[in-house]
């Protein structure tokens, strides 16, 4: 049993080799470096037990603040999935970078994932608004109150969640595109007009 029967076969001489597009390299690149970010900011985190403690968040107030107070129990198992997210996702960004042949459809579904989580985070968060209270929801416009930048801070939520839903869509567009496609399936293709 030959141990290389899972790659796809060489180009034969006679056959050009498929290039290698700038914008998969650049993309992977970015993904790669994104990725060594997070696992950066969150190990350290982690590691220096810099976890925000429940004891900041009244979980009586309901609505929000509940919200608030579960994330907030639940740091070191969510400060886990983002370290777990950073691997998965710097791993299939190094695949794509070297053209293995099942990185571009692994990393489509790592979009797709991204694409509907951030969707879904981005329409939970006004959602968040009906859930406070009426006084709690006052003292967020308050600049007087604690809670005044709440509002920025969900607005600001909800353009980086646009921006993120706009970068899936363009990754999975491009490595939908015929030419790119054949830098992972070592197929010539005529290049796009």
Request: net charge positive; no cysteine.
């Amino acid at each position: 049993m030959d141990v290389h029967s899972h790659r796809p076969p060489a180009p034969l001489p006679s056959e050009p080799a498929p290039g290698r597009s700038a914008a998969v390299t650049g993309l992977a690149w970015v993904f790669i470096l994104a990725s060594v970010a997070t696992l950066v900011f969150v190990g350290a985190r982690f590691l220096s037990g810099d976890v925000p403690s429940v004891a900041v968040a009244d979980r009586g107030a309901g609505g929000l603040i509940a919200g608030v107070a579960w994330v907030l129990e639940h740091g070191h198992a969510l400060m886990g999935l983002l370290m777990a997210g950073g691997l998965l996702t710097l791993w299939l960004a190094v695949a794509l970078l070297r053209r293995r042949h099942w990185a571009r459809r692994a990393f489509l579904a790592l979009m797709a994932f991204g694409f509907v989580a951030t969707v879904g985070g981005a329409a939970m968060t006004p959602l968040a608004f009906a859930l406070l209270p009426d006084e709690a929801a006052a003292a967020a416009v308050n600049p007087d109150q604690p809670m005044a930048g709440l509002v920025g801070l969900l607005g600001g939520l909800i353009i980086t969640a646009t921006l993120l839903t706009a970068l899936f869509s363009w990754v999975a567009w491009k490595l939908t595109r015929p030419a790119v496609r054949a830098e992972f399936e070592h197929t010539p293709v005529k290049a796009e007009g």
